[in-house]
């Protein structure tokens, strides 16, 4: 089985006019990590079919920060895991509920503006649903449009799986941060994926490692291609 990393295609080859402006409604703030010394904060990270309105901080967490004190940021994290899948890894930023936002134009079956994230059309989610492929969770999104005919875009939830393999990462960057999840670096030479790492049970999910990375099976890139999806890109990830 071979794997693909899924990605954007340049802006200047989109055909589609499709663009939205849009908001996440809650997320964990960035953090200043006591162990590592890094301040970080990822966008990537996200749960858009995780509803937090019902907790008494979602106010709180309406609003994007960067956290210096540490305990206060682990606090947040506790509260939020009780309503996450068991795989969750909350690094500092992570973003829960929908889309919440403006749209135009005409979208591909699948919107790839930024490489971290998946918008699909409802009918596009539905064929590959049909075709059996594993792995496929949409979720709504608040996109509104004002204009006849607008499509339905959804957004995938990936599960996070899978692991570069050590040997295309630079030496001692293999073991996340014990305080605060984070892992220093991408691969420094061509990016390979660890095999024991990769899930058998999913045709697309996110790396573990590098939630920013999107990979699909072979399965899953044939699919693409026999249904005439357009405006994707795929990069073959060797596996050792
Ligand atoms: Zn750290």
């Known amino acids: 089985m071979k794997f693909y990393e899924l990605d954007s295609v340049p802006a200047d080859s989109m055909r589609y006019t499709g663009e939205y402006n849009a908001k996440r409604k809650w997320g964990l703030p960035g953090v200043h990590c006591p162990t590592c010394d890094s301040s970080w904060g990822g966008i990537s990270e996200v749960y858009p079919s995780v509803d ?18 540490f305990e206060k940021f682990e606090r947040l994290r506790a509260m939020v895991r009780p309503l996450v899948p068991a795989w969750a890894r909350l690094t500092p930023g992570t973003g829960f509920g929908p889309l919440i936002g ?8 699948l919107y790839m503006l930024y490489s971290w994230r998946v918008i699909i059309r409802r009918d596009a989610l539905e064929q590959l649903q049909a075709e059996g492929l594993r792995g496929l969770k949409g979720c709504r999104t608040e996109l509104r449009f004002r204009q006849r005919n607008a499509p339905e875009l959804m957004e995938l939830e990936m599960e996070q799986h899978g692991l570069y393999h050590p040997d295309c990462l630079p030496p001692g960057n293999n073991e996340p941060c014990k305080t605060c999840g984070g892992y220093d670096s991408g691969p420094s030479k061509q990016p390979m994926l660890d095999k024991a790492s990769l899930p058998e049970h999913l045709d697309i999910f996110r790396l573990r490692d590098h939630h920013g990375v999107i990979v699909i099976t072979e399965r899953f890139a044939d699919t693409l291609r026999r249904l005439g999806f357009e405006e994707y890109s795929l990069r073959e990830l060797p596996v050792r």
């Open 52 to 69: 937090l309105s019902g907790l008494p901080e979602a106010k709180q967490l309406e609003k994007a920060w960067l956290e210096e004190d």
């Open 102 to 109: 403006s749209a135009r134009g005409n979208f591909a079956q």
